[in-house]
């Protein structure tokens, strides 16, 4: 069983502060690593994909890889309350009879205050 | 393009009723699949299609059918609804990676609230 762990949370941040959101995997041979952002009441959606070591950034979100520490994270820079929602990391399967599945931890719920 | 979408939205069963919730994307995406959203449980997945005409069971199946009925469109059968099958429903699709396509993820519908009193 893979499994994918994100610190538990709740998260709250006040406006303008940086958010750091962080999941750890077990199975060593994963390639591909996702955050999805879900608002309440709503699905999830893509907002980052990851697949080297090292940092990716998109505007006000980077995500951060480790595959040596097995370890991924997010960080939002400048948070809005906009940026309210539950967090969800994802590790896919690259490889064997599970190929394409994803494997969510139980997400980071983030709460940005005015 | 409307991407995946699922019907019905809501939906209220009596304990032992049947309903089949349905799926499609118009993505022309080779692979869907169907999760149950819990709180404080994440995303768990019920059954899987990597591919037209194939289908596979995920983490919790037991209570719950599929049917792959082309490659733009996934059912998902309760036969006989329990409380516990109380949660919120997602089907997603994903692409095959090709050159065209960079990111191979998973993209969701909205969603079915089901409640099974």
């Known amino acids: 069983q893979k499994e994918v762990e994100q610190n538990s949370g709740p998260l709250s941040v006040p406006e303008g502060a940086i958010a750091s959101l962080n999941c750890t995997y077990s199975d060593r041979v994963s390639q591909s690593f996702f955050w999805y952002r879900q608002y309440s009441g709503k699905s999830p959606e893509l907002i980052m994909s990851i697949y080297s070591n090292g940092d990716k950034e998109d505007g006000r979100f980077t995500a951060q890889l480790n595959k040596a520490s097995q370890y991924v994270s997010l960080l939002i820079r400048d948070s809005q309350p906009s940026d309210s929602a539950t967090y969800l990391c994802a590790v896919k399967a690259d490889r064997g009879s599970t190929l394409g599945r994803l494997y969510f931890g139980r997400g980071t719920q983030l709460t940005v205050w005015p | 393009n409307a991407g995946v979408t699922q019907t019905p939205k809501f939906q209220v069963l009596k304990t032992g009723q049947s309903m089949t919730l349905q799926c499609a994307q118009d993505?022309?995406?080779?692979?869907m699949y169907w999760y149950r959203q819990d709180p404080g449980m994440g995303l768990r997945l019920i059954y899987y299609?990597?591919?037209?005409?194939?289908?596979d069971k995920g983490e919790v199946p037991n209570g719950y059918n599929v049917s792959r009925l082309n490659k733009r469109e996934f059912s998902l059968r309760l036969e006989s609804a329990a409380p516990s099958q109380t949660s919120v429903y997602f089907c997603?699709?994903?692409?095959?990676?090709?050159?065209?396509?960079?990111?191979?993820?998973?993209?969701f519908g909205p969603g079915t609230r089901l409640t099974v009193l």
């Open positions: 993505m022309n995406h080779n692979s």
């Open positions: 299609s990597a591919s037209e005409g194939t289908t």
């Open positions: 997603a699709s994903r692409p095959i990676l090709t050159t065209g396509i960079r990111i191979d993820t998973q993209y």
